[in-house]
């Protein structure tokens, strides 16, 4: 059973940053692309950033596209998110995904498992 565990949300001001976090117990994690994604209260979840399962290759929302980086480090199975220039807009539970096919590029959509999420508040 695949498990997905983020971590590293919290309260910041807006022009302030924050590192999520995501930590997966599957051995084989290394070969999966990953994504992250948001969900605002009354909003539909929305796809935020993805990686390739080598990390060469990145996809963003054009909302957070040279505010955010999304990064992996396969050794300890994480994969990051990198949050600059927050926003209050940014304000929403974030979830990291892994893509359900192995050695795919990064993408939108095409996850099969997820995390429990992790909050983040961007006050103005």
């Known amino acids: 059973q695949v498990q997905l565990v983020e971590s590293g949300g919290g309260l910041v001001q807006a022009g302030g940053s924050l590192r999520l976090s995501c930590a997966g117990s599957?051995?084989?994690?290394?070969?999966?692309?990953m994504g992250w994604f948001r969900q605002a209260p009354g909003k539909e979840r929305e796809f935020v950033a993805g990686?390739?399962?080598?990390?060469?290759?990145?996809l963003y929302a054009n909302s957070v596209k040279g505010r955010f980086t999304i990064s992996r480090d396969n050794a300890k199975n994480t994969v990051y998110l990198q949050m600059n220039s927050l926003k209050p807009e940014d304000t929403a539970a974030y979830y990291c995904?892994?893509?359900?096919?192995?050695?795919?590029?990064?993408?939108?959509?095409?996850?099969?498992?997820w995390g429990q999420g992790t909050q983040v508040t961007v006050s103005s």
């Open positions: 990686i390739s399962w080598s990390g060469d290759r990145t």
């Open positions: 995904a892994k893509r359900s096919t192995r050695y795919s590029p990064p993408s939108g959509s095409g996850y099969d498992y």
């Open positions: 599957e051995r084989t994690f290394g070969t999966y692309a």
